[in-house]
């Protein structure tokens, strides 16, 4: 007998990234995993990140990232549970797309009605009465970091990454989104080539970011830089630096896997609340790329983080024991037993 045919409605876009995206693909994969089959509902946004980062999945595309048209998408399509990571939907949209089978709706807002089954939330402040009267009686929460979809790849290198974690700086690695909002990662790769002395910088960002042309023109020149656009290698390069500078977004758990000490760069107001949750905590250092004093101190956050090796140290360790990289499979597991008490 197959598994179950799960159909994830996905939005992605200049003004709300990849991220989206990103972690739905991780969860399919965890629940691909565990025999079930997936499909991804979206703009044609969404088609050019699988297109990069999972050219087998099956998109159904839709006209635009609008509830009508993802709807109208949907058609004839034949699933057995619906899965929403997408921020412009609620209640009404939720039930009527899922036709009366079971729903997963991953969240970080928190701040309208969700027609949910299951609620994925990993917030790292996220509480039970957060969701008081905006889901039903009977939908089951998952939250917190121990439910955080981070692919299995960044799990599977946890061991030795936090084995040697706080040695002498060498390599950074800058990762501010695959749509590099507002043209910040060439902001803050600028601030660093006047801080980082010797050490390299990995860059990651996305094929469409606005700040690639300009970065490929630098690295030309300055060989301590390296691009890695549509990076398939994300794990090994979270690995192997020595610190992270990361937009405050779902790819805050991959740096949490692997304890790299960070420094957060908040380029959206949803992001603000897990940033000062984690600075809170002692997870990581939080800087607003908002804030008209950002240059300052994005280059305070820097200076302090190479200087002070026992800062480096305890950052790892209060980051690491927020999230183990395990989440995406929890999360799988909690939506297929429900698939098949449904069914049942």
Same mark, same amino acid.
């Given at each position: 007998?197959?598994?179950?045919? $799960?159909?994830?409605?996905?939005?992605?876009?200049? /003004?709300?990234?990849?991220?989206?995206?990103?972690?739905?693909? @991780?969860?399919?994969?965890a629940?691909?995993?565990?025999?079930?089959?997936?499909?991804?509902?979206?703009?044609?946004?969404?088609g050019?990140?699988?297109?990069?980062?999972?050219?087998?999945?099956?998109?159904?595309?839709a006209?635009?990232?609008?509830?009508?048209?993802?709807?109208?998408? $949907?058609?004839?399509?034949?699933?057995?549970?619906?899965?929403?990571?997408?921020y412009?939907?609620? +209640?009404?949209?939720? &039930?009527?797309?899922?036709?009366?089978?079971?729903?997963?709706?991953?969240?970080?807002?928190?701040?309208?009605?969700?027609?949910?089954?299951?609620?994925?939330?990993?917030?790292? %402040?996220?509480? !039970?009465?957060?969701?008081?009267?905006?889901?039903?009686? !009977?939908?089951?929460?998952?939250?917190?970091?121990?439910?955080?979809?981070?692919?299995?790849?960044?799990?599977?290198?946890?061991?030795?990454?936090? +084995?040697?974690?706080?040695?002498?700086?060498?390599? *950074?690695?800058?990762?501010?989104?695959?749509?590099?909002?507002?043209?910040? @990662?060439?902001?803050?790769?600028?601030?660093?080539?006047? /801080?980082?002395?010797?050490?390299?910088?990995?860059?990651?960002?996305?094929?469409?970011?606005?700040?690639?042309?300009?970065?490929?023109?630098?690295?030309?020149?300055?060989? &301590?830089?390296?691009?890695?656009?549509?990076?398939?290698?994300?794990?090994?390069?979270?690995?192997?630096?020595?610190?992270?500078?990361?937009?405050?977004?779902?790819?805050?758990?991959? =740096?949490? @896997?692997?304890?790299?000490?960070s420094?957060?760069v908040?380029?959206?107001?949803?992001?603000?609340p897990?940033?000062?949750?984690?600075?809170?905590?002692?997870?990581?250092?939080?800087? %607003?790329?908002?804030?008209?004093? *950002?240059? !300052?101190?994005?280059? &305070?956050?820097?200076?302090?983080?190479? /200087?002070?090796?026992?800062? =480096?140290?305890s950052?790892?360790?209060?980051?690491a024991?927020?999230? %183990?990289?395990?989440? +995406?499979? =929890?999360?799988?597991?909690?939506?297929? /037993?429900?698939?098949?008490?449904?069914?049942?």
């Open positions: 007998m197959s598994g179950p045919r $799960i159909l994830f409605v996905v939005d992605a876009g200049a /003004k709300v990234g990849g991220g989206h995206v990103m972690r739905s693909l @991780t969860l399919a994969g629940l691909a995993a565990q025999g079930a089959t997936c499909a991804f509902l979206g703009p044609s946004a969404v050019g990140v699988l297109e990069a980062f999972a050219p087998d999945a099956r998109q159904v595309a006209a635009s990232s609008q509830a009508e048209d993802l709807a109208a998408a $949907i058609g004839a399509e034949q699933f057995d549970a619906i899965a929403f990571d997408h412009g939907l609620t +209640a009404r949209e939720h &039930r009527a797309m899922g036709q009366g089978r079971p729903v997963l709706v991953i969240d970080d807002l928190a701040d309208r009605p969700l027609g949910a089954d299951l609620v994925l939330d990993s917030g790292p %402040d996220r509480r !039970t009465q957060d969701y008081e009267g905006l889901v039903p009686e !009977t939908a089951r929460l998952l939250l917190g970091p121990g439910y955080a979809p981070v692919r299995p790849d960044f799990a599977a290198l946890r061991t030795a990454a936090l +084995a040697w974690r706080g040695e002498p700086v060498q390599r *950074f690695l800058v990762s501010l989104g695959l749509t590099d909002v507002g043209g910040v @990662t060439a902001r803050v790769v600028e601030r660093l080539r006047l /801080k980082a002395g010797e050490a390299g910088l990995d860059i990651a960002l996305g094929g469409g970011a606005p700040s690639l042309p300009g970065l490929t023109k630098v690295a030309r020149r300055d060989p &301590r830089l390296a691009l890695h656009v549509d990076t398939p290698h994300m794990a090994r390069l979270t690995a192997e630096a020595d610190i992270g500078v990361g937009a405050a977004g779902s790819t805050v758990w991959e =740096r949490c @896997t692997l304890g790299l000490p420094i957060l908040v380029v959206a107001d949803n992001q603000r897990a940033a000062a949750a984690l600075a809170a905590r002692g997870a990581a250092l939080v800087v %607003d790329a908002a804030a008209p004093d *950002f240059d !300052t101190q994005f280059d &305070r956050a820097v200076m302090r983080l190479l /200087k002070d090796a026992e800062l =480096r140290r950052l790892a360790q209060a980051s024991e927020l999230c %183990d990289g395990q989440g +995406a499979s =929890r999360a799988a597991e909690a939506f297929l /037993k429900l698939i098949a008490a449904r069914g049942a």
